[in-house]
């Protein structure tokens, strides 16, 4: 059996246990000015572009409103417009700096949907190449990542500007 230590998360799982989870990391990032340090590529009028910084695969990036909201139809349509908007162009940068076979874009509202964060809905993209799940997913449960964020980060925020 593998063991993975993430001693940075007690923080976060001591709030939850006693009620007082941390602020809303995509509200904290539409808050901040320190866009590499939240992986914040693209600042939109309504909404941004954010890193996953635990990827699937290399590019993953969620599209998110900046008002905390956790239904679709609480989103205003504006906010929604400009997000479909962002999600074609993160498709060319894609297409561009990847050249990925296809891509994933999806959203999970609600715990029983899988949604990591519940009360911020947020559109993941991600690009895909035949044969990127390999056996390090499929045996050792182990992404493995061929790009550090850092260069995504760059790739991207450039791409977008």
């Not at 590499?36 to 309504?46: F, I, N, W």
């Not at 993953?60 to 956790?70: E, F, G, N, R, T």
């Not at 239904?71 to 417009?81: G, Q, S, V």
């Amino acid at each position: 059996m593998d063991y993975l230590w993430s001693p940075w998360r007690f923080q976060y799982m001591a709030g939850v246990t006693q009620g007082t989870q941390p602020e809303c990391f995509f509200c904290a990032a539409v808050k901040s000015t320190h866009d590499e340090e939240t992986l914040v590529v693209y600042r939109g009028k309504k909404v941004f572009v954010i890193l996953n910084r635990y990827p699937y695969t290399s590019g993953h990036v969620m599209i998110v409103p900046h008002a905390h909201v956790a239904e679709l139809n609480l989103c205003d349509a504006d906010a929604l417009k400009e997000m479909m908007e962002l999600a074609q162009r993160v498709e060319a940068a894609f297409r561009t700096n990847y050249a990925p076979d296809g891509m994933n874009l999806g959203m999970n509202l609600g715990k029983a949907a899988g949604a990591g964060v519940e009360g911020h809905l947020h559109l993941h993209i991600l690009p895909r190449w035949i044969g990127d799940t390999n056996f390090m997913t499929v045996t050792g449960e182990t992404r493995v990542q061929p790009e550090e964020l850092k260069t995504t980060f760059e790739k991207l925020r450039k791409a977008l500007a």
